[in-house]
Structure formats: structure tokens, C-alpha cells
């Protein structure tokens, strides 16, 4: 176990030259060294390896001598990000291609991280708008959207007879349902994590208020968001349709909550539906809808934009290369076939007419498409991650009962303003202009 | 000390003292630099302009990084009794038994052998269960899992660095001093914990300040909440560099942790003597 | 030590009653990881219903956890063998030859290790990869050395210290240089303290995940602690592998303690402590 008087030299140097070697071996073998090799860094977990894979084999057939190699990263977007701002700042080539989460591009693009994508003239007619929006910056497009998601009203069929519509017949309903002994009422995202805000940015819309308005001024401190927020808070400990476990469930427990049979409704994306109609698991499939989130007077029903996007790496060698696979990926054939094997939805409006998409995702695709018309992109701003923590911070405090909702939402619009205002920036990234 | 005596201290020292130096050198004194610096990875176009000790400066004015630094004062606290209680305790035990003692010793440092994030997300899943209260959705009780969390873990490392002590006790001092009528508890006092010292002074001096840096148990269990209640500074400090990308306020902040970190250790030092120049042998 | 016979059971009660108190939640862990996934979301139970072995053979079948545990063990191989080389003779230096500036390299050893890792992670992979060592085990061994060098210093530090003097006195009088001091008569002598920093140093490195994430790229050199970070999704946490990856990662541990357990032994029985 011990080894003795062993200096650098007899141990260091054999065991860097395995490494060098075991290195050279495992990097050599696989292909052609003087192919030019693209990378590309994403979600690859389970399914979405294989449509990869696939589609990967495909563009190399299309465009020799490219070879195309898959970096992994953890899946967990916050792991994901923190590599990313890792290996951009240090100026890595390489990955080419990032997969980013919708509320990454404003931020990386403004810290000059990723490319332009104006000069490709990508045709950008062919995707929702509001996913365009979301990737622009001061005027320039960087980066394409790849599928989308939004926040959706999961329902069991046997327990009601249609989709509560407003938050006053959601509560009556989740009321009703735990009397007659489903274990929860509601159950949806709490923890204090990036889909706190998405389940409050809901809400937040469905009472009518925003978390920042036309005009580019934080609005998260309105009445309607206190009235949001009170509705949260009190679904949990007062009229206690939400469990108190909510505060600490992130999207996989939500879903197993309402998978199990334990939850009469549940907000969830839609990746949740296909794992819901799987028999062999679930024990609500066939029993259950899905509609959008509800929504009271004076608001409107609400879903909350998420999804991904491709970018290119601005130190990438090989641009080119790069948007040629950005392209190929983001094309209709491929959407659908990520569609069917992996169930995320498009973000190709046209692919929602047809009767295939309905077919491969397993639920009615124009309704789908009606949400997705309506969702509500989070700010467009390079200060995303940061107005996100502190509203994240100041959500949970409010909801496990450290503070009152209208403190804690002052003090977040407060947080928030000064922010901004250190920054020099308008909160809006049409508008965005240089600091002074 | 004569010409070969001073040829032999560098030939021991210096090989450990040059690779520690190479490594570290460079990222330590780019974080301080870095810290004097305002350096916001979002907007380049401000550029990097040197702005002395105001990062620091804000620091002090900053309430979520005096909370971050209370917590963590609280829990280096706690956590640090509670293992060398127990750890003491076990330590004891484990020199006492003579049968299936490579077995028993092997059993007692699993915890410490799980990694970190793994051993976490355990606990994680065990204070989750829908049996008993909503322990992470309280700003109090979501310390008792971090708390128990890194006593699990930690304590076998305690154990055994006073384990390996122990076995370096002369045991004839013991029956001298049990012959001599002396009970267990008074040999223990008088006894055993003097010479236990060193033992016990490592191990003092390593958990607190590992504790103080604590930063894989919590942000897998509570990720710093609810809310920031239960956030230590490493936490914050990670949070400012890699969450809000602000580079000069987080190297701030982290040059403020090393410090603290480095005067705590130097407090320990002379408190228990650890580094008395004790010339042995000469 | 000299114990009652009811002390002594006293002793072994509480000693298995803390161990088992330690053993508690790998036996959780151990029991989810058998049954099958849905189980996992509700209450934890101390007895299985169903056996299922589907989390094993994904680990194995479609996560290849053989690589992880391979690269692990090479990474705290080497970084605890040049923990205890080169950091033994310098604690040697440390705690028996009269010099100045102890405290301060002691303090400056410490302090490094003591260094927030949050914030040398970035300028430690910019030097890693201008010496193009990102990916690489060399490139792992290097910062872990950082904090496992210091740990090793100071622990051997207290072993040293704690050797009777007489035994080397001895040996220099009859003639042996200080090297050669070192070498015969108090390294052996060492061998438990030696042993017991070899396993925390090695433990440490086992367990270590900031550095491992941000130095490492691909499958081919990432860790256990990274590998198992990597099995959760985007939304799903594969917790039915996780807790089986963590309890197939303490195996090795597990081995490698048993073994160095005898050596400790050993040491004890060779006669070096008595007078």
C-alpha cells in the first residue's frame, strides 16, 4: 500500500506516458485523423443518443470528410451552463455546436461567446416566433430553435369532467378530488431552481401581470403578481391542494406524483406525456389530458416558453461546418423524427398541421400548437441568470412562509431594478443598448 | 545546523514544496488579481477596469454575504462537535475490539468511502420519503439532513485519524495507571486524551476547515435553500461566478473565505501547538 | 487497555451500534437500488418486495461503469502515491531536523489546500490546457495533489512526531546518517500512520467532483463522481442507477481498506511500540 522513496521520476514519468498514450490510442482509433471533425455538445440521454446518432450518421454521408462527435455534458442545465461558461471563457474551439437552454443566448451572445448567424441567412420564417425572438440580440439572430417546450395542465380524465379554466374551479376540483382520497390536490415544480419561475411566470400570467412589461420596467412587484403569488403560497398551506413537498420537487418527482395516480392535476412539460401513457409504468395511462394552465379575470392562460436552441461556438474552427449541421438538425425531417422517438415538440409551426406529429407524439398536435401560439417567453436580457436568482430567491422565501408575498416581490423588483441599472442595459434586448 | 544537515532538509522539502508551488501558484494569484478588478464575463464591452478594494469594499455591505458567512460559522460548529464526540467515541470502541476487527474497522469507514455528491444524494432521497415532516421546505429544519448528512460522512474520518493516535499510545502507561486504582473514565481524561493530543488537535484543524468550505452536501440537498437560508459562503461565492458571471466580485469573495480560512488555521495552530518546532532527536 | 469484562461489552455494543448506525442508509440505498424504478418515488421500506437487477445491468450494459471506476482508481493511485513520496520526507524534514520557518511552511502548505476551489477552477484549467492537459490523468493528479499533498504533510507530520526519538537515536549512533535514519528505522515504524494516510488521502481523491467535472471532457477520463452526476437527465433523475452506481463505487474502497486493515496490524505486532 505504501511506496516508499519513489521519487517524480520513476513513478511521474511512465505513468504520463500511459496516459499520453492510452490518450493518442482512444482518440486515434475511432476515425481518420486528418478528418475534420465537428462537435457537438448536447442532450444525449437514453433515446435522444439514438435519434442522435442516426442524424449524425446521416450529415456525414451528406457532407464528406466531416465527421461529427458528440461531447457529453451533464443533462442538469445548470451543470450544462457552468461548462460551458468554463470552456468559452477559457476561448476552447471546441464543442463547434452547443445545445443552449431558450435563456442562455442573450447572455452568451452578449459575452461573445457564440456566432452571429445573420451572415448564413438562415430562413427564419419557418419557426415560432416567439422561439426567433428569444435568440435575438441587439438586432442579430444567434442562434436557431431546435424544439420547443411549454408549461401544460395535466388532468385525470376520471376525476373531473373537463379542465378546471380558472383557478378558483382548479382549487374546487383539487379540493374535491382529495376528499374522495387522492392523496394531492396540484402538484408542480416549487424548488428553488430555474423552474420555480417558470410555474410562477404561469400563474403570474394567468392573473394578468408579467415579470417585466412592454416597456422594459420590472413589474414583478404588481398586484396581480402578489395575487399570483399568494395563490401559490396558500395552495400549499392554506387551502393545501399542493403539498408541502412541492417546495422541494423538481420535475421528475411532480411527474412520478402524478404518474403513481397520487395527483388529481399536475403541471409538467411535455415530455412528461409520452412517459405517462407508457402502460407498463404508469398507472394513469388513458386516464388523463392535457390543457393549459388556468387563468382568472383579468389574465389570460399562460404557458411558459422553454426549450433549446443550437448555436455555434465563436472560437470554433470550422463555422461553416457548423451552421451546415446547425441547418440539417433544424430541419423539418429531423424535428419529426426527434418528435417520434424522443417526444419533444418541434419548433416548426408547419409540422403541427400534420397528421404525423399527432401520430408521433401521441396527443393532438393543433392543440399543442395553440398553447406553443401563446407561450411567454422569459426576459430577453443578459442579466436572465442573475433577475432569475433573485426571483427564485425571493419565490421560495415567500412560499415557505419567511416572508409575505408582497415583501418578498418588493424586494425582488428591487434587486432586480438595481441590477439592471448597474448594468446600463435595457431589460429588453431589441432595445438593448451599449452601456454608457 | 551544519552544511549537510541543510543539504538534507532541502533535498526532503523541496520536491513536495515545488509541486504544491507549481500548481497552486498561478490560480491563487489570478484570483487575486481578478479581485481587484471590476470583471463581468456578461459585458465586455466594460472592459476590465482596476478598481482596488471595492470589491471588497462590497463585500462587507453585501447582507446575503454576511447571512452566507453566519451559516457557515454555524454549521463548522456543529458539525465539528458532533464528530468528535462521536468519532472519539468510535475511535475507542474500534481499539477495543480484538475479533472481526478488519471487518468492523472496514464496516465504519463506508460512509467516508461514498462519494461526497453520491452520499448526498442518499440523504436526499431518505429525507424525501412522504413518511415524517417536509424537512427541506423550512428554513431551520433543512439543517438537520446537512447536518446529519456530513456527520455520517465525516465522522470515519475522525475516527480513524484518532484511531491511528490511539494505536500509538503506549498501552503500559493504561495498566500502570489501572493498577494504580485509576477508573476508565479518569484514565480517559487524564490519560489517554493528553496523548491524544496531536491526534485530536488534526483532526480539529482539518474538518473545521473543510467544514468551513463546505460546499458538495449542501448543494445537492438543499442547493442553499429554502430560499438562502441554509447557504454557506462557497456556495455564494459559486453562485456570484458562475451564476451571475461576475468574475472580480466572486474572486473577491473567495479571497475573503482563504483568508478567514488561513487566519482560523493559524489560530489552531498556536491554540494547540501543532507546529511547535519540537527539535526531537538531536 | 485493561477493561471490565461488562465495559468491554459496553464497547462492542456501542461500537456496533454506531457502525450500524453508519451502515443504515447504504442499506436503504441498497434496497432501492434492487427494486424496480417507480418504487423509488415512494416511502423507502427496509424490505424489498421485488428484486429487480435492472439497475446493475444498465450500469454496466449501457453506462460501461467499468471505465469510470478505472480511471478513478488510477487518478487516486497516483495522487496518493505521490502524496505519501514526496510529502513523507518533507513531514520527515518537518518534524526531526532543527530549522526555521517551520510554522510558515506548515501554514503555507495548509493554506493552499485551504483555497476556495470554486475559483481556482478557472485559472487552473486555463494552465491545464495551455500545457495541454485537460482530459488527461496527469492533468487530474496535478490538482489534487494541491490539497492531497498538504493533507499527507500534516498527518505525517503528527506520525513522525509521535515515533520514539530513542529508536533513531540508536541507529545514528551506531553510525546511520540521518538519511538513512529515515529510510530503515523510522519509515517502518511508521507504517500504521503511513497506512492510515494513505487510505484518507486516497478517499479524498476518490471522492473529489469540482475538479474531476471541470478537467475532464469525455467518458474515457471522467470519474465515478462525475459519472454518476452525469446518469441524471435534463428532467429525470435515474435514481435506481445512481444508488447502484454508488454502492458498486465503494467496492474498491472496501477492498483496498481490508487490505491495508492487516498492514496496520501488522505494524502493531512487529514489536515497534513496545519499550
Redesign the interface.
Given at each position: 500500500?505504501?511506496?516508499?522513496?519513489?521519487?517524480?521520476s520513476a513513478?511521474?514519468r511512465p505513468?504520463?506516458a500511459?496516459?499520453?498514450a492510452?490518450?493518442t490510442t482512444?482518440a486515434g482509433c475511432a476515425r481518420d485523423p486528418s478528418a475534420p471533425v465537428l462537435t457537438f455538445s448536447g442532450?444525449a440521454?437514453?433515446l435522444e443518443a439514438d435519434v442522435l446518432g442516426r442524424q449524425f450518421a446521416r450529415f456525414e454521408a451528406n457532407h464528406p470528410p466531416l465527421t461529427v462527435r458528440l461531447?457529453?455534458t451533464?443533462?442538469?442545465?445548470d451543470?450544462r451552463r457552468q461548462?460551458y461558461v468554463?470552456w468559452l471563457?477559457?476561448r476552447?474551439a471546441d464543442p463547434d455546436v452547443l445545445q443552449l437552454d431558450v435563456i442562455w443566448t442573450p447572455e452568451f451572445a452578449a459575452a461573445g461567446w457564440i456566432l452571429a448567424l445573420d451572415p448564413f441567412q438562415p430562413d427564419i420564417t419557418g419557426y415560432f416566433p416567439a422561439a426567433i425572438a428569444a435568440n435575438r440580440w441587439q438586432e442579430h439572430l444567434y442562434a436557431l430553435p431546435w424544439f420547443v417546450d411549454v408549461g401544460m395542465l395535466y388532468w385525470r380524465t376520471d376525476l373531473m369532467p373537463a379542465a378546471p379554466t380558472d383557478f378558483e374551479a382548479l382549487t374546487r376540483v383539487a379540493i374535491g378530488a382529495r376528499s374522495r382520497g387522492v392523496r394531492d390536490g396540484f402538484v408542480w415544480q416549487g424548488a428553488r431552481y430555474e423552474g420555480l419561475v417558470t410555474v410562477f411566470l404561469e400563474h403570474l400570467g394567468g392573473f394578468g401581470g408579467a415579470i417585466i412589461d412592454e416597456a422594459g420596467a420590472v413589474t414583478v412587484d404588481s398586484a396581480a403578481a402578489v395575487a399570483a403569488l399568494t395563490f401559490m403560497r396558500d395552495a400549499v398551506w392554506a387551502t393545501g391542494i399542493a403539498p408541502a413537498t412541492v417546495l422541494t420537487w423538481?420535475?421528475?418527482?411532480v411527474?412520478?406524483?402524478f404518474?403513481?395516480g397520487q395527483a388529481a392535476l399536475m403541471r409538467n412539460?411535455p415530455?412528461?406525456h409520452r412517459l405517462l401513457q407508457d402502460e407498463r409504468?404508469s398507472r394513469v395511462a388513458g386516464r388523463f389530458g392535457v390543457a393549459p394552465m388556468p387563468a382568472a379575470a383579468g389574465g389570460s392562460p399562460t404557458a411558459a416558453l422553454g426549450g433549446s436552441h443550437l448555436a455555434i461556438n465563436a472560437h470554433s474552427d470550422r463555422p461553416e461546418a457548423a451552421y451546415a449541421l446547425i441547418e440539417y438538425l433544424t430541419a423539418p425531417e429531423q424535428m419529426l423524427e426527434r418528435a417520434r422517438v424522443a417526444g419533444y415538440l418541434p419548433a416548426r409551426p408547419s409540422l403541427y398541421d400534420t397528421a404525423e406529429l399527432s401520430e408521433a407524439l401521441g396527443l393532438d398536435a393543433r392543440r399543442a400548437r395553440a398553447i406553443v401560439d401563446r407561450a411567454v417567453p422569459r426576459p430577453v436580457t443578459p442579466l436572465y441568470s442573475q433577475l432569475s436568482e433573485i426571483l427564485q430567491v425571493h419565490l421560495h422565501r415567500a412560499l415557505t412562509r419567511q416572508q409575505e408575498p408582497r415583501g418578498a416581490l418588493a424586494d425582488a423588483a428591487e434587486a432586480m431594478r438595481g441590477a439592471i441599472a448597474r448594468a446600463g442595459l435595457d431589460a429588453r434586448s431589441a432595445e438593448g443598448s451599449e452601456a454608457p | 545546523?551544519n552544511g549537510n544537515?541543510?543539504r538534507?532538509?532541502w533535498?526532503?522539502?523541496v520536491?513536495?514544496?515545488t509541486?504544491?508551488a507549481g500548481?497552486?501558484t498561478?490560480?491563487?494569484l489570478?484570483?487575486f488579481w481578478e479581485s481587484l478588478h471590476r470583471h463581468d464575463l456578461r459585458m465586455p464591452w466594460i472592459g476590465m477596469p482596476f478598481v482596488g478594494l471595492d470589491n471588497y469594499l462590497e463585500v462587507f455591505a453585501d447582507r446575503r454575504a454576511w447571512s452566507a458567512l453566519l451559516h457557515t460559522v454555524f454549521f463548522v460548529a456543529t458539525t465539528v462537535a458532533i464528530e468528535l464526540v462521536?468519532g472519539l467515541?468510535?475511535a475507542?470502541?474500534?481499539?477495543?475490539?480484538s475479533r472481526g476487527?478488519?471487518?468492523?474497522?472496514?464496516?465504519?469507514?463506508?460512509?467516508?468511502?461514498?462519494?461526497?455528491?453520491?452520499?448526498a444524494?442518499?440523504?436526499r432521497?431518505?429525507f424525501e420519503?412522504?413518511?415524517g415532516p417536509v424537512w427541506f421546505a423550512d428554513a431551520s429544519a433543512a439543517w438537520l439532513p446537512i447536518v446529519v448528512a456530513d456527520v455520517?460522512k465525516a465522522?470515519?474520518?475522525v475516527a480513524?485519524?484518532l484511531?491511528?493516535?490511539l494505536?500509538?499510545i503506549?498501552?503500559?502507561l493504561?495498566?500502570a495507571a489501572?493498577l494504580d486504582g485509576a477508573g476508565?473514565l479518569r484514565r480517559l481524561r487524564e490519560i489517554t486524551l493528553p496523548l491524544l493530543a496531536?491526534?485530536l488537535?488534526?483532526a480539529i484543524?482539518?474538518r473545521s476547515?473543510d467544514a468551513f468550505?463546505v460546499?458538495?452536501v449542501i448543494y445537492v440537498l438543499t442547493g442553499g435553500g429554502p430560499g438562502t437560508a441554509t447557504e454557506p459562503i462557497?456556495l455564494y461565492?459559486?453562485s456570484v461566478?458562475?451564476r451571475e458571471l461576475r468574475?472580480g466580485y466572486?474572486?473577491a469573495l473567495?479571497m475573503l473565505?482563504?483568508a478567514v480560512?488561513?487566519v482560523l488555521?493559524?489560530v489552531w495552530?498556536k491554540l494547540l501547538g501543532?507546529?511547535r518546532?519540537?527539535?526531537?532527536?538531536? | 487497555?485493561?477493561?471490565?469484562p461488562a465495559?468491554?461489552r459496553l464497547?462492542?455494543a456501542?461500537?456496533m451500534l454506531?457502525?450500524t448506525a453508519?451502515?443504515v442508509?447504504?442499506y436503504?440505498?441498497l434496497v432501492?437500488s434492487l427494486g424496480p424504478?417507480?418504487r423509488?418515488?415512494?416511502?423507502?421500506s427496509l424490505r424489498p418486495d421485488r428484486i429487480v437487477f435492472d439497475h446493475y445491468r444498465a450500469l454496466f450494459e449501457h453506462r460501461d461503469f467499468w471505465t469510470p471506476i478505472r480511471n478513478s482508481l488510477i487518478v487516486a493511485g497516483?495522487t496518493t502515491?505521490?502524496a505519501?513520496?514526496?510529502?513523507?520526507?518533507?513531514a520527515?524534514?518537518?518534524?526531526?531536523?532543527?530549522?526555521r520557518g517551520?510554522?510558515w511552511?506548515?501554514?503555507g502548505?495548509?493554506?493552499?489546500s485551504?483555497?476556495?476551489?470554486?475559483?481556482?477552477?478557472?485559472?487552473?484549467?486555463?494552465?491545464l490546457?495551455t500545457v495541454g492537459l485537460v482530459?488527461?490523468?496527469?492533468g487530474l493528479?496535478?490538482?489534487y495533489?494541491?490539497f492531497a499533498?498538504?493533507?499527507s504533510?500534516?498527518?505525517l507530520v503528527?506520525?513522525f512526531?509521535?515515533l520514539p526519538?530513542a529508536v533513531?537515536?540508536a541507529a545514528?549512533l551506531d553510525g546511520a546518517s540521518?538519511?538513512r535514519a529515515?529510510?530503515s528505522v523510522a519509515?517502518p515504524l511508521a507504517?500504521?500512520?503511513?497506512?492510515?494516510t494513505?487510505?484518507?488521502t486516497f478517499?479524498y481523491s476518490?471522492?473529489e467532483?469540482?475538479f474531476a467535472?471541470?478537467f475532464t471532457?469525455?467518458?474515457?477520463r471522467h470519474t465515478?463522481?462525475v459519472a454518476?452526476?452525469?446518469f441524471?437527465?435534463?428532467?429525470?433523475?435515474a435514481?435506481g442507477e445512481?444508488?447502484a452506481?454508488?454502492l458498486v463505487?465503494?467496492l474498491p474502497?472496501?477492498l483496498?481498506?481490508?487490505?491495508?486493515?492487516?498492514?496496520?496490524?501488522s505494524g502493531?505486532t512487529a514489536g515497534a511500540?513496545k519499550?
Open positions: 500500500m505504501t511506496r516508499r522513496g519513489v521519487g517524480l513513478v511521474g505513468a504520463a500511459a496516459a499520453l492510452l490518450l482512444v442532450s440521454v437514453g461531447r457529453v451533464p443533462d442538469a442545465a451543470e461548462l468554463h471563457t477559457a476552447a423538481q420535475e421528475e418527482q411527474r412520478f406524483a404518474q403513481n412539460w415530455y412528461a409504468a | 545546523m544537515e541543510s538534507l532538509v533535498l526532503l522539502t520536491p513536495a514544496l509541486v504544491i500548481v497552486a498561478f490560480p491563487i489570478w484570483t462521536l467515541a468510535l475507542l470502541g474500534l481499539h477495543r475490539v476487527r478488519g471487518l468492523l474497522r472496514t464496516a465504519a469507514l463506508l460512509p467516508w468511502a461514498v462519494p461526497t455528491v453520491v452520499g444524494l442518499i440523504w432521497f431518505i420519503s412522504p413518511l455520517w465522522t470515519p474520518f480513524l485519524l484511531l491511528a493516535g494505536q500509538q503506549d498501552p503500559a493504561d495498566e489501572s476508565a496531536p491526534a488537535a488534526a484543524v482539518f476547515l468550505r460546499f458538495d462557497s461565492a459559486f461566478l458562475f468574475i466572486g474572486s473567495s473565505v482563504f480560512s488561513f488555521a493559524l495552530i501543532a507546529a518546532a519540537g527539535d526531537v532527536g538531536s | 487497555m485493561i477493561v471490565t465495559g468491554r464497547a462492542v456501542g461500537t454506531l457502525v453508519g451502515l442508509p447504504l436503504f440505498a432501492s424504478e417507480a423509488l418515488f415512494e416511502a423507502p497516483a502515491g505521490l505519501l513520496a514526496l510529502g513523507a520526507p518533507c520527515y524534514a518537518i518534524a526531526r531536523l532543527p530549522f517551520k510554522a511552511i506548515l501554514s502548505v495548509l493554506a493552499v485551504m483555497f476556495p476551489q470554486v475559483s481556482i477552477v478557472s485559472p487552473l484549467f486555463l494552465v490546457r482530459n488527461t490523468f496527469p493528479v496535478l490538482p495533489l494541491t499533498m498538504p493533507l504533510i500534516w498527518l503528527g506520525v512526531r509521535q526519538a533513531e537515536e545514528r540521518r538519511l529515515f529510510w519509515l507504517r500504521p500512520g503511513l497506512a492510515t494513505a487510505i484518507l478517499l476518490w471522492n467532483f469540482l467535472l471541470s471532457l469525455g467518458p474515457e465515478v463522481p454518476i452526476a452525469l441524471r437527465g435534463q428532467y429525470q433523475v435514481w445512481v444508488l452506481g454508488a463505487a465503494t474502497i472496501v483496498l481498506v481490508l487490505l491495508a486493515e492487516r498492514r496496520i496490524v502493531l511500540i519499550g
